[in-house]
């Protein structure tokens, strides 16, 4: 019944914004898409149809929500779920119930297979947008595997631009940025530095502390090549936030005093287009990423460990036009992983892993159809893997040494069709299957080895955009998982006296809908956006027949929000709804506990001086009701956080 109600509430809000967008006279004003592509230019862009099934961040948005890092620039993207604790992963971000694995990521089209713990810390000044690509039927974002991706476009200023910032708050957290930015007839750049910290709240071994610099930019050395360049650094430190003291934790984890004292990270990545013909372009990518951290757990079985890892990705797309109406396209991709000493929970295994991927791509454009057709295999080589998933897949298990050994070979097969009833109105759907592989000596609880997941995964969704009235994408979504690789009951305890759960193969069903609206300025005063995700997850345990909720995911996650501006005067007001859903990782009595079904209420109010309005100083308010709720077990979000700030653009 609640599917129910709200699949008719999205009807309506869907009626009534078509409504808006339909002139007097009944004919529908047409506007321009931001959708709108030319892969001789854009290789790599994933399939049109899958458009309805894309989120986008933009750097306005980032600003006048105040988000200090990556994380917090997607806390209002649709349907993203955030769950924060003070483990070595500090917060991890999900949509569609999409954990275990959780989501993949990519810098600039560069796919990241270990990025998670540079999410929290990327600060948000340096990014352009964030495409959140929701389905899991991706094909040019690396090897992305069929788990959905996070792709983060570096900063770019159209006009000459340098400003600074500052801001501090709460638990004497700061944070203080200087860019420097421009975009010209045959090129761009953007520079800039940036530092914050934090003590975090009070007897949590919770401070915090990084500062880095980064450089972007690109050329049009002629026209028929192009080159792009990025390159950032950070380093800093970090103490891991214990559990709350009376709360239900691992009372090993609440003795403990560890942190990250240093850690590093580096990225260089680049980019060339050449148009070759007329008909054909080739687009090549390439990324080396490094990370060096050190751990220090100083109480309860004090230990050291250097958890470094370094990966390198090369990628290739051939986009070949033919009779101005079909695309092919045929894409590569190799990524190598090394950890010397392993990472997180299981240092001391070394871990080298190579990942290639064939694709092969088709797209004809008719009248007003745009159909699409797509195929992927994907494989590893494990030079060396023992004992430690350096990405979370829902348990700690033991594993056998593998050396030298090939992995199965993973397809993913796409089909997919957009229909322009007009400029302004857009009808999607897409079809995908996928595989996906346990980690090679995977066990379950009983000593067998786990099976290769298959997943189906279907989207269909209609676009509505009006210069005038704003934008509205409403959709629905079912994905089947057979054989998921999903964290069961069983379980364990390890040397240090946690409780580690082992996986399973588990039959998941997911299915939903999405909505995300965004009206234009209104009087050109306010403008409003709101977004819903409301879905069911069913999960059959192993070896039983009947299916129940799959209770660690919540059903419903929704947004909304204004912005306005008023003379000098600006203001956001945004709040996000997550309802309840429950989990027993880290739990000290292994039992299932209440999270979420909690509201988070942030707002900022600005103000701009000067002659020039080149100085905003503002204040800002996140949880200003003041909600200690959990996404985790036994981590409870600290409460109202105040900070003021000012920026200035010379």
Not at 163 to 176: D, K, M, Q, V, Y
Not at 248 to 257: G, T
Not at 434 to 457: H, V
Request: with cysteine.
């Amino acid at each position: 019944m609640q599917m129910m109600r709200w699949t008719l509430l999205c009807a309506v809000v869907l009626a009534a914004l078509v409504s808006a967008v339909v002139a007097d006279d009944g004919v529908i004003i047409v506007t321009a898409t931001p959708f709108e592509r030319n892969l001789l230019e854009t290789p790599a862009a994933e399939s049109a149809s899958l458009e309805a099934a894309t989120s986008v961040v933009g750097a306005e948005q980032i600003l006048r929500q105040n988000a200090a890092t990556l994380t917090e620039a997607l806390t209002y993207a649709p349907g993203v779920h955030i769950e924060t604790r003070g483990r070595k992963y500090k917060s991890f971000n999900s949509f569609r119930g999409q954990i275990y694995p959780y989501p993949t990521y990519s810098l600039g089209g560069i796919w990241q297979r270990e990025f998670s713990e540079l999410a929290y810390v990327l600060p948000a000044s340096q990014i352009e947008q964030v495409d959140v690509l929701r389905s899991s039927g991706s094909l040019f974002a690396g090897l992305g595997d069929i788990t959905g991706v996070i792709n983060v476009t570096p900063r770019r200023y159209a006009t000459p631009t340098t400003l600074i910032e500052a801001e501090g708050g709460t638990f004497n957290s700061w944070r203080l940025g200087a860019v420097s930015g421009n975009t010209t007839s045959n090129g761009w750049y953007t520079a800039g530095v940036n530092g914050s910290a934090t003590d975090g709240p009070s007897g949590r071994n919770a401070a915090e502390h990084n500062h880095g610099g980064y450089v972007f930019g690109g050329a049009q050395i002629s026209d028929r090549l192009y080159l792009e360049g990025r390159v950032f650094a950070v380093e800093g430190a970090r103490e891991l936030m214990t559990p709350d003291p009376e709360g239900p934790a691992l009372n090993s984890l609440k003795n403990r005093r560890e942190e990250y004292d240093p850690f590093n990270a580096f990225h260089l990545g680049g980019k060339a287009v050449l148009k070759e013909s007329p008909s054909a372009t080739l687009e090549v990518t390439a990324g080396y990423t490094s990370r060096d951290y050190h751990y220090t757990r100083r109480e309860f079985k004090p230990a050291e460990a250097d958890e470094d890892d370094r990966e390198y990705t090369l990628q290739a797309v051939q986009a070949l036009v033919f009779n101005e109406v079909n695309t092919l396209r045929l894409g590569a991709v190799y990524n190598r992983w090394v950890a010397p000493e392993g990472k997180r929970s299981y240092t001391g295994f070394r871990q080298d892993i190579e990942s290639w991927g064939l694709t092969l791509a088709d797209e004809h454009q008719f009248e007003r159809v745009t159909l699409d057709a797509g195929l992927r295999v994907v494989t590893d080589y494990y030079n060396d893997f023992s004992g430690a998933t350096f990405n979370i897949n829902g348990a700690s298990r033991d594993f056998k040494t593998v050396t030298d050994e090939w992995g199965d070979p993973l397809l993913t097969a796409t089909l997919g069709a957009k229909l322009d009833l007009t400029r302004a109105l857009n009808l999607y759907a897409h079809l995908a299957g996928g595989q996906r592989s346990p980690e090679p000596g995977a066990l379950k609880a009983d000593g067998t080895d786990l099976s290769k997941e298959t997943r189906i995964m279907a989207d269909a969704g209609i676009r509505i955009e009006s210069k005038e009235k704003g934008a509205l994408t409403a959709g629905a979504f079912y994905v089947l998982r057979n054989d998921a690789i999903t964290k069961t009951d069983e379980s364990g305890t390890d040397a240090d006296g946690d409780t580690f759960y082992f996986s399973d193969n588990q039959d998941v069903v997911q299915y939903g809908v999405e909505c995300e609206a965004k009206s234009a300025p209104i009087a050109d005063i306010v403008s409003l956006f709101v977004n819903a995700t409301l879905m069911s997850s069913r999960l059959t345990p192993a070896g039983e027949s009947d299916s129940q909720d799959y209770r660690e995911i919540p059903d419903f996650i929704g947004s909304a929000g204004l912005y306005s501006n008023l003379g000098r005067w600006d203001a956001t007001l945004a709040a996000k709804y997550v309802s309840g859903y429950e989990n027993n990782r880290f739990a000290q009595d292994k039992q299932y506990h209440d999270l979420g079904d909690f509201w988070a209420l942030n707002a900022t109010a600005g103000y701009t001086l000067g002659s020039e309005k080149n100085t905003r100083v503002y204040v800002a308010a996140a949880n200003i009701l003041d909600d200690e709720y959990s996404t985790v077990v036994g981590w409870s979000d600290p409460g109202l956080r105040l900070s003021v700030g000012a920026r200035h653009m010379f």
